[in-house]
C-alpha cells in the first residue's frame, strides 16, 4: 500500500508539472489573431502618422510664403507713402518669381541680386519694393504681385478686390508639392489683413 500511494504521488507531480509546462509554453506565445491584430494596429498608427507629418510639413512651408506676404505688405505701404502707388513685380498677374521651380525638389533659387545693375533692369518692380530673398536664397514658392497703375487704371483680377477704383495691390504665392498639377495659392491684398489659402493641401 505504501509503494501503491508513492506511485500514485510521483504520477500526480509528474502529471502537475507537464500541467504547468503546457500552460507556460501557451502564455509564451502569440495566436495568429493575435498578430493580425498587432499587425492591423502597427498599420494604422503608421498611417496616422505619415498623414500627420505631411500636414507638418506642408505647414512649415506655408510659413515661408506668410512671412514673405507680410513684408510685401510692410513694403508696399511704405512705397505707397513716398510715390503714392503701389509696386507690380512684373508685368502681368501671371508673370511668377522664380519663372520655374522642380516640383520634386521643391525649391529654387531666389535668383535677383539688386545690388547689380542687370537685375535692376531686369527686375525694376521687385528692386523698387525692396521685397525678396536673397540672390541665393532657395524658396519653395512662385510669388507675384500686382498693383494698380494710376497712370492706366486696369481692373483686378476677379475674386481679390472689392474696391478697384481705389489704389490696390494683390500679392500671390503658388506651389505644386504633390506635382499633380493643382496649385495650392496664398494671396494678400491691400484690403485683407491676413493672408488667404486655398487648397492649401492641393
Known amino acids: 500500500m505504501w509503494r501503491t500511494l ?4 510521483q504520477t500526480r507531480a509528474w502529471q502537475q508539472r507537464a500541467t504547468r509546462s503546457r500552460g507556460a509554453s501557451a502564455s509564451a506565445g502569440f495566436t495568429l489573431l493575435e498578430l493580425m491584430i498587432v499587425v492591423v494596429i502597427i ?3 503608421a498611417t496616422v502618422a505619415v498623414a500627420s507629418y ?3 510639413s506642408r505647414r512649415a512651408r506655408v510659413q515661408e510664403a506668410i512671412a514673405f506676404l507680410g513684408d510685401v505688405r510692410i513694403k508696399q505701404e511704405s512705397y505707397f507713402q513716398t510715390y503714392h502707388r503701389y509696386v507690380s513685380s512684373g508685368t502681368s498677374f501671371t508673370d511668377w518669381w522664380p519663372k520655374s521651380i522642380k516640383w520634386n525638389e521643391a525649391t ?3 535668383g535677383i541680386e539688386c545690388a547689380k545693375e542687370g537685375d535692376q533692369v531686369a527686375h525694376p518692380g521687385w528692386c523698387a519694393l525692396g521685397a525678396g530673398f536673397t ?3 532657395e524658396v519653395q514658392f512662385q510669388y507675384v504681385i500686382w498693383a494698380r497703375d494710376p497712370a492706366a487704371p486696369q481692373t ?4 481679390y478686390i472689392q474696391n478697384a477704383d481705389q489704389d490696390w495691390w494683390i500679392a500671390r504665392a503658388r506651389a505644386d508639392f504633390d506635382q499633380d498639377g493643382k496649385f495650392s495659392n496664398i494671396f ?3 484690403e485683407l489683413r491676413q493672408p488667404i489659402l486655398e487648397d492649401e493641401t492641393e
Request: proline share 13%; no cysteine.
Open 135 to 137: 540672390s541665393s536664397q
Open 43 to 45: 498599420s494604422i498608427l
Open 156 to 159: 483686378p483680377p476677379a475674386g
Open 6 to 9: 508513492t506511485a500514485w504521488r
Open 54 to 56: 505631411k500636414r507638418f
Open 188 to 190: 494678400l491684398t491691400s
Open 108 to 110: 529654387a533659387p531666389w
